[in-house]
Structures are given as C-alpha cells and as structure tokens.
C-alpha cells in the first residue's frame, strides 16, 4: 500500500534576552549539572531497548571480516528484524530540533548528560527545563557535523521549518531556547538560513546501542554511493544522529523532504536495510511516496 502524507509548513521568526542574565543561568546550571546526571532528551517519545556501552564495529567491518556472529546478533540479520508492528510506533510531536555536534564516533551513550560534552548538556538540560513552555511539542536530537554538507559543530537545524543557525555556543543557549523554541522569532543573536532538498538522519549511536551502532553506519555508506550514482548530491544529504527511540527497530532513519506540493514532513523508518534504500530515494523522496513495510511515523 502506497499513500501519501503531506504539510503545509511556513517559516515564523522571532528577540532577545539579556546576555549577562543569560551567562549566569548558564554558570549556574553547569555547576548543578556537575553534581547530577541529566536525563537523556535525544527521544523521550519512544520506549528504548537497554542502553549497550561497549563499543561497535561497524557493519562495513563486521562485513569485511566475515563476521555473521555480530551481523546475526546486533546487525541486519538479527532474529528480531521484522518482528515488532512500526507503524505508530512513535509518539505524535510537530518540531524536531537537531544540534549538530562532532562525529557519532565519539558520542558517549548519554551524550546529553555528559559533562565532557557542555554544550549537549547544557542545550539538553535548557531544553527540558523550558519544553513546557514551547507552544508546539519539539525533540532535540544531536547529528553529526559533515563539511561536506557545510554543517559543523554548534549548527542547529530546525524541521519542518527548513531553518539552519549557525554557531550555538553554551553562553547562547538560554537565548536561543527563549527566541527561536519559546517565543516563536528569529534568534536574536544569530542568523537565520533557509535549508533546501531532503535531510536523512540515520541512527548510528554506537555506544548508546550496538544495534544502531552496527546497521547505522553502513546505511549511511549505501546512502551516499545511491546518492552519487543518482547525481542527487545538491539534493540530498544524509548525517548520523544520535539516539531517536526504538533500538530494536534499527536500522533506524528520520527523512525529511518535500513532496510535490511544496510541503514538507519528517518521516520515520525502522528496519531498513541496504536494500530499502534505492526506493527510500526514488519513492519516497523522489515520489513522495511511503513505504508502508517499513514506514513508523510521520511528523
């Protein structure tokens, strides 16, 4: 069954509080956050499989050396592959933000409460502290940044508004959260930029949970080889992101693209294979259509 899910979307801007006032919140979160473990935000929606911490090969590894015992236990191969219902499978909310910070490689499995991470925590411990407030429900997850796709550490996406600021920094967290999340304008202390073409965010959160760990990274290699062949690279871009709910439905992405009309929605997909991915880029970004075997959730 193929259907289509679309929404019409404008971009709202928005002022600022006072920076000094913002800089002592911010000192005195750090120090309570040296004493206390935050909880994670990266996806309060969704139930989650017991956090892995060892570390994971990744699938291309577990490939290369011929390795079925990883592949059959936490790869695309595992028993539990196709066993549980997707559809519905994610709690309903209409804004996802996304910081992007350093290289999934180096994420701790609780990137938002590490406190060798400041600016996660910091932008996490905000978020929570202020999510009441905000008019719409909005999830915070944290993407990798890629200079290929002119996206670096601080930058901050925003969806379904297609909006990109450039450069958070942790004295800027409080302002940012009050302006652009609370208030609904323009951040008053940064610049506002449109984004174009489709964002997929695949879940590689390698200490968080090897499942992701190990399907997540391969993904986003045969993303990048379908996108290069199918000259979609000014189109197209494609980024690890962190923990989003559902460990056992890796592997795990979230596609945000256009549809013929101009509108845009943030799908999510669980199970995909390398093999889904030709038709995740023909079908359903091209197309605008679902992938229903596979399809968990639209925003």
Known sequence: MIRNISR???????????????????????QALMTST???????ISSAAPAENSSAPSYAAVVAAGNDDVDSKFGFKRPEMYQSSLAGSVHPYQRHVFLCYKSHDSWPDRLEASVEDPLPQLLAAAFKARNKDMKV???????EGR???????????????????????????????????????????????????????????????????????????????????????????????????????????????TNAEGEIAGHWFGYVTPDDVSDLLDRHIGKGEIIERIWRFAS
């Open 8 to 30: 019409p979307v404008r971009v709202i801007l928005f002022p600022f509080p006072s920076f000094f006032s913002s800089l002592l919140q911010i000192q005195s979160r750090k």
């Open 38 to 44: 935050t909880e994670n935000n990266s996806a309060p």
């Open 137 to 143: 429900k909005t999830l915070l997850t944290i993407c």
């Open 147 to 257: 200079e290929d796709l002119e996206l670096t550490d601080g930058d901050v996406l925003i969806f379904p508004e297609m909006i990109k600021y450039r450069g958070l920094k942790e004295s800027d967290v409080d302002g940012f959260i009050d302006d652009v999340l609370v208030n609904g304008k323009p951040w008053a202390a940064g610049v506002q930029e449109v984004l174009s073409g489709s964002y997929v965010f695949v879940c590689a959160h390698n200490k968080r949970d090897r499942r992701c760990g190990v399907c997540g990274p391969i993904l986003i290699e045969k993303f990048k080889e379908e996108i290069e062949s199918k000259n979609l690279k000014s189109q197209v871009s494609v980024t690890a992101c962190s923990h989003v709910g559902g460990h056992k439905y890796a592997g795990n992405m979230i596609i945000f693209s």
